[in-house]
């Protein structure tokens, strides 16, 4: 069940463990698909707002992992195209750390500017997993 690496980033430019990580996987099986039926923590889409604003962005802010380095694209683009089908994993390290809900999406702007989460969001349609972390 190895995927292709199809993109990977990883900039931790500030503070020490401050910065992001984003990649994406394709896989030319749906093995992946089943695995992620049985894990833990995996939902089917569509996901919660946090995520989406994470993702796709909304009128007050975001996406927060966009595709910059593709000249032919318009800026501030979500890396992430629209998926009608699929899976999406979410993980609020500091919901964690306080005592709530760490897998819940609603959480994640209700602190200021502090965010440590991961997600991960798995297209069935074209089998490519993204995911990306974000630490500050």
Request: negative net charge; proline residues 7%.
């Given at each position: ?39 833990p923590h995996w939902k089917e889409f569509p996901p919660g707002n946090g995520l ?13 992992f966009v595709n910059n380095s593709d000249p032919l694209s318009a800026p501030n ?12 994993y979410f993980e609020d390290e500091l919901s964690a750390e306080e005592g709530k ?36």
């Amino acid at each position: 069940m190895a995927g292709e690496v199809v993109a990977y980033e990883r900039n931790y430019g500030g503070f020490p463990i401050d910065g992001k990580e984003y990649g994406e996987l394709s896989f030319s099986d749906n093995e992946l698909e089943k695995a992620i039926l049985q894990a833990p923590h995996w939902k089917e889409f569509p996901p919660g707002n946090g995520l989406l604003t994470i993702v796709y962005g909304t009128s007050w802010g975001g996406p927060f992992f966009v595709n910059n380095s593709d000249p032919l694209s318009a800026p501030n683009q979500p890396r992430i195209p629209p998926i009608e089908h699929g899976y999406y994993y979410f993980e609020d390290e500091l919901s964690a750390e306080e005592g709530k809900n760490q897998w819940d999406d609603s959480l994640v702007f209700t602190r200021g500017s502090s965010r440590n989460y991961t997600f991960a969001i798995y297209d069935a349609d074209t089998r490519i997993l993204y995911f990306g972390k974000n630490k500050n």
